[in-house]
């Protein structure tokens, strides 16, 4: 059973970045760096942290590196001593991967080390029908709650039908769902699967990078058997407020606010929606196949001073030809999305 604060917390909407892994030079584990990022989060107001996720790096998983288990014990550590100062715990979210088995072990460890529920990545079930996917999504929900994942094909993700989704959303330990299908087709499925299956307490979280401010502002009804049914995403869980997340805690606030009154969406929301999609557009580096998305979220969190480089764990994954260029763009014209001013006030703090 899910303690009834992370439960309210996830159901009133936070921010939850997707935590990058902090290495140094030589491209292992940098304790300190990873340890002031997660200070940085806490501090910027997010209301959860999602480890061992794509932007984590999938590769923490290969015996050769072994940090799995290293990085979400660290995390959940610093979330522990956040906690301290906080009325509201930190959500905790640990990534799971692999078939049945591997996501089983998966679970149980962070079960072990305190997780409040697993992100369910079904990437490595491609291809297998909706029966195997959904025996295996029971099989981790009766180790840990499950928190779904539309992860796009583009990134390590596969197509993920509605009838799919219909039978997910009766799986009775699923607490939330993160839509990441950067597909307004796939994402209304989910929804719409959702309403009719009349699960109004599994929380919605956008992971659409390209459509994150309006994803925030939308309603979705649907006719549920002559009743008008009405759904809206919670909060964010995402790679792209893993940097400036003191701003995208502000840009949540605004649209909830805007959603609570139900006000006119202003004309200055709308322009900023676009702005924050061109700003992923480079960081994900979404004209080359999302190929150099994780060293673009390294390189702004370098440029701020928590990273001390954009490497990753493989060393062919590196910034796109033109990406550096564009980076340098998007901070030129869109100062207002940043919080370098924070973070450069603080900085001394997260390392403390």
Not at 141 to 159: E, H, M, R, T
Request: hydrophobic share 40%.
């Amino acid at each position: 059973m899910m303690d009834s604060k992370i439960r309210s917390a996830l159901d009133a909407g936070v921010v939850i970045p997707a935590c990058p892994l902090a290495l140094n030079e030589q491209r292992q584990f940098d304790e300190r760096r990873q340890r002031a990022l997660i200070r940085y989060y806490h501090a910027a107001g997010a209301g959860g942290l999602a480890v061992a996720v794509h932007t984590t790096q999938f590769a923490i998983r290969d015996p050769k590196h072994g940090l799995l288990e290293p990085v979400l014990a660290l995390a959940a550590d610093e979330l522990s001593r956040a906690d301290e100062s906080r009325p509201t715990p930190m959500i905790r979210v640990g990534g799971l991967c692999g078939q049945t088995d591997q996501a089983v072990r998966e679970a149980a460890i962070l079960n072990r080390l305190d997780y409040h529920c697993g992100l369910l990545n079904l990437g490595a079930m491609k291809g297998a029908s909706d029966d195997a996917l959904e025996r295996h999504c029971r099989a981790v929900a009766d180790v840990i709650p499950v928190f779904g994942f539309y992860l796009q094909p583009g990134v390590g993700g596969c197509v993920l039908p509605y009838s799919f989704w219909r039978r997910f959303a009766e799986i009775e330990n699923v607490i939330a769902i993160k839509i990441a299908a950067f597909d307004r087709y796939e994402t209304i499925d989910v929804i719409r699967a959702l309403a009719e299956a009349g699960r109004d307490d599994v929380a919605l979280y956008t992971g659409n990078d390209d459509n994150i401010v309006m994803d925030l502002l939308t309603p979705y009804r649907f006719d549920v058997n002559g009743t008008k049914v009405e759904r809206r995403f919670n909060g964010g869980l995402l790679g792209h407020w893993a940097v400036w997340t003191k701003r995208a805690v502000e840009i949540l606030t605004e649209c909830q606010a805007i959603v609570r009154r139900n006000d006119p969406v202003p004309q200055e929301l709308l322009r900023l929606a676009n702005e924050v999609t061109d700003c992923n557009a480079v960081l994900f580096d979404a004209s080359n196949g999302y190929h150099g998305c994780i060293p673009g979220i390294h390189e702004i969190l370098r440029r701020q001073g928590l990273l001390a480089g954009n490497w990753c764990l493989n060393p062919e994954e590196q910034l796109s030809p033109g990406q550096l260029e564009n980076i340098d763009r998007i901070c030129r014209a869109y100062p207002h999305l940043t919080d370098d001013t924070f973070v450069t006030e603080h900085l001394d703090e997260f390392f403390q």
